[in-house]
């Protein structure tokens, strides 16, 4: 992101104590994304919840995307937390602008490791537009903004390495896979079986030619099966997604 030189600390700027360049910078970013078309809030609800807040949202009326950011109107942050603060959210907004759609869905769907990777990019853009505004030039600010990032980075961190989590992950996916193929091999062999010994089934749903002089047709049975199985699979799921959206 391009930051304007009236939208840079000047020397002067940063001359002050950190109380005052703390307010400048945090005028100074609540110009830049008031330029991005952003609106900018300072809440009850964020004070009440000690977080601030980036969204966006489809407004059907107006057909666009409505984008606010939402910071404490009241904390225990200094001016320069704030505006460390607020360049966050504003990290959010350019982390989101810069990736397709595919990218936003993985880094917004709520997986714990999604989101720590959303909270990390976010303050990896944050320092960008920081230090373009010449705010590490100011004197003790990287100390302070590493330990506000690493603050609020420890309260998104899982509690277990990405390794153990894909394992998991991987032997949960492959148990589900072979018990739904043994299943579906199981419900089209009684099929046929049923077929075969001409009990009667509630509808026909055999071709002629899957069974021929009492031979099954292995085509049209395994056919069968991998039809089977995706279905179960389609419907395990759509009421799995179903249940995490709740």
């Known amino acids: 992101m391009r930051v304007k030189r009236e939208h840079k600390l000047n020397r002067n700027d940063r001359a002050w104590d950190h109380h005052e360049v703390g307010k400048i910078a945090q005028n100074k970013l609540i110009n830049i994304i008031k330029s991005e078309n952003i609106v900018f809030k300072q ?17 059907y009326a107006e057909r666009r995307i409505v984008k606010s950011i939402e910071i404490p109107k009241y904390s225990d942050y200094t001016s320069l937390e704030q505006a460390i603060v607020t360049a966050h959210e504003l990290g ?25 990777l959303n909270e990390y990019l976010a303050w990896r853009k944050a320092k960008s537009v920081l230090r373009k505004m010449k705010l590490f030039k100011v004197d003790g600010f990287d100390g302070i903004f590493k330990n506000r990032m690493y603050h609020a980075l420890n309260t998104y961190k899982p509690s277990e390495r990405f390794s153990v989590y894909l394992f998991k992950n991987v032997v949960s996916f ?46 049209i049975f395994y056919g069968g099966v991998i039809l089977i199985y995706t279905i179960s699979l389609a419907i395990k799921y759509i009421e799995v997604k179903k249940f995490k959206d709740r």
Request: proline share 3%; glycine share 4%; aromatic share 18%.
């Open 43 to 59: 809440t009850y609800e964020a004070s009440r919840n000690k977080n601030a807040y980036y969204r966006q949202k489809y407004d």
């Open 92 to 116: 959010h907004y350019l982390v989101y602008k810069s990736c397709r759609t595919a990218t936003f869905r993985l880094l917004t769907s709520g997986n714990k490791y999604a989101t720590y």
């Open 174 to 219: 492959m148990y589900v896979s072979v018990k739904h193929l043994v299943l579906s091999y199981f419900f089209v062999g009684l099929v046929f079986l049923y077929e075969m010994n001409d009990l009667p089934l509630p509808f026909n749903i055999l071709p002629d030619s899957a069974i021929t002089d009492g031979s099954v047709n292995t085509t």
